[in-house]
């Protein structure tokens, strides 16, 4: 009976290993097919792969551990935060990014139509003169308007000299120190966003549909009004969006004027060593950020308005007729007061400076380390920005759209948060790289890698995938192909992200104040750090470099829109 048995056992373990050898290839050959339609039967290297998935998650792993910090700084914590703290900051945040963000749209619109529509002497270089502002960081433009219009600035000097202006109407009236001082700076620096986008938008609308808007009648507001803003709206949102997030992460002209919302308020937390109540700050910031973001998605899909090409024709150039005056005045008046008065404190103050010596060693040690960080930052961009936009335009799938979203999220976010999530990491995990340049240069990597991905997938899209499959017949892997045959083709278009992310680093203030380690100044550094101590002949020289630098991502958008 035993040997029986024993035979029964052994026979039933033959008969399930026999089940398990042909349920085996089975269940291999369902996940292998699975992963192979994933790719729509156009796999990856796993080499090329793993590249992109480590790229990935540096540049979402600060941001994530941010966020799990926060969920873990205590009840009390929390408490106090929401019941005094974080009220407030919601206030300031969100009254200062609506207010810039309507004025901001409004002035874009009214220039760009004024300037693409309408018969604007000089309306050539106009399209080009008022996009300047984006050449000027917004902390430089704060420490200009403190020079103008601040408590000791020129205008209360000359209205304290000015008895009948004393006697008319009383003591100096100006507080730059205020929510007004910040919206105003903020807005004259913005409204670039949306002039650049409203006006491409503007030269591609098609004469037809006002034709016959005015065939029904209308008159040429009436058009402006029913035709002209629905076809702008794609734009207008899109500007709108960039000017809402900048206001979100701004630090630096923020901190100037010494109005407080999540930036400010994160930076000095950190700075005072309460890094818990830092990063709770931070999480309600991401769910602003990320908030702003849905809702964009959202009125996106809502709102699309479709022109066909076959019958394009140019929009006509409108006459001003008695409204030209105002409209140069206008026009004379935004630029003044964003682009010439900014560059001539600066121009004025860096004669005095330079006068004064103020270009000696030490001024070059800190324009050495720009360069070294933020071109230590542009070669990375440019090594790992490869394979992220090899991956997504030859290799698509919901693996690469879901490695290239996590690429973009410290774009997304404000420098703050990136560098709050650095010091956590570096601190407790790599201690080795704590307080160097090469953490700030990481900083930078995860905050502006997106330009690059962006120029280098411009450049990638004109180049045909057949070159790809000509050298896989040849044997070549992925990464080889990238690297040898791909990268030689799009360098153009991989150095001008380059370049990008070199100025946009260089100016970088919040990310660099944070990780910075002791005694390592870079020039946005030390112009923040001697305007904010009034020393202006020191600081103009470094703002002025900064500005002439700035002219290079500027020269790319005018190329783009």
């Not at 409004?106 to 018969?119: F, H, N, P, Q, Y």
């Not at 030269?203 to 029913?226: D, L, P």
């Not at 919302?261 to 999480?283: C, E, M, N, P, W």
């Not at 790599?430 to 690059?452: D, E, G, K």
Request: aromatic share 14%; charged share 15%; proline share 6%.
């Amino acid at each position: 009976m035993k040997n029986d048995s024993k035979n029964k056992s052994q026979l039933n373990n033959n008969q399930n290993a026999k089940v398990g050898e042909k349920n085996s290839p089975t269940i291999l050959h369902f996940f292998r097919k699975k992963w192979f339609d994933s790719w729509q039967g156009n796999p990856p290297g796993s080499g090329l792969l793993l590249l992109g998935m480590i790229v990935a998650a540096i540049m979402s792993i600060p941001i994530i551990y941010v966020v799990w910090r926060s969920l873990f700084a205590g009840v009390d914590r929390w408490k106090r935060l929401l019941d005094g703290r974080i009220p407030e900051l919601l206030w300031n945040t969100f009254s200062l990014t609506f207010a810039v963000t309507a004025c901001a749209v409004i002035i874009g619109v009214t220039l760009a139509w004024i300037v693409v529509r309408t018969d604007l002497p000089g309306r050539k270089y106009w399209q080009w003169l008022l996009a300047l502002p984006l050449v000027i960081p917004p902390y430089v433009g704060a420490v200009t308007y403190i020079i103008v219009f601040g408590p000791s600035g020129w205008v209360r000097n000359i209205w304290r000299d000015t008895p009948w202006l004393v006697d008319t109407f009383g003591n100096y009236p100006l507080n730059i120190y205020s929510f007004w001082g910040v919206f105003f700076v903020l807005t004259m620096f913005t409204y670039p966003y949306v002039y650049l986008i409203a006006s491409a938008s503007l030269r591609k609308m098609n004469r037809n549909f006002e034709e016959v808007a005015r065939s029904q009648g209308m008159t040429t507001s009436q058009i402006f009004w029913k035709v002209n803003l629905p076809f702008l709206r794609p734009a207008i949102g899109a500007g709108a969006i960039l000017i809402s997030l900048y206001v979100l992460s701004d630090f630096g002209a923020i901190a100037m004027l010494r109005y407080v919302t999540f930036t400010a308020a994160i930076y000095f937390q950190r700075a005072g060593f309460d890094t818990a109540s830092a990063s709770v700050l931070s999480l309600v910031l991401i769910i602003l950020t990320v908030g702003i973001l849905w809702i964009e998605a959202r009125t996106r899909k809502k709102n699309k308005y479709y022109q066909t090409s076959n019958t394009f024709r140019e929009p006509d150039i409108l006459k001003l007729g008695k409204w030209k005056p105002w409209a140069i005045l206008y026009v004379v008046g935004v630029f003044f007061v964003s682009v010439v008065l900014p560059i001539s404190v600066l121009v004025y103050w860096s004669n005095i400076g330079i006068r004064m010596g103020a270009l000696d060693e030490r001024f070059f040690s800190f324009a050495w380390n720009s360069l070294k960080v933020s071109g230590l930052a542009a070669i990375l961009c440019m090594l790992l920005a490869l394979p992220i936009i090899y991956l997504k335009t030859r290799y698509p799938s919901t693996i690469t759209t879901i490695i290239d979203k996590l690429c973009y999220a410290g774009y997304a976010l404000p420098g703050v948060i990136v560098a709050l999530g650095f010091v956590f990491i570096f601190n407790n995990h790599i201690p080795a790289l704590y307080s160097t340049f090469y953490m700030v240069a990481l900083a930078f990597v995860v905050r502006f890698l997106p330009q690059a991905m962006q120029a280098g997938e411009a450049s990638l899209s004109l180049v045909s995938p057949r070159i790809d499959e000509a050298a896989r017949s040849l044997g070549y892997p992925p990464w080889k192909i990238m690297f040898k045959v791909i990268l030689p083709t799009i360098l153009p278009g991989v150095l001008a992200g380059g370049a990008l992310v070199f100025v946009s680093s260089i100016k970088e203030l919040p990310a660099t104040l944070m990780l910075r380690p002791p005694g390592f100044d870079t020039l946005a550094v030390r112009v923040y750090f001697e305007a904010s101590e009034a020393i202006y002949h020191l600081a103009a020289p470094a703002a002025l470099l900064l500005v002439i630098v700035s002219i290079i991502p500027l020269r790319y958008l005018l190329k783009k829109y």
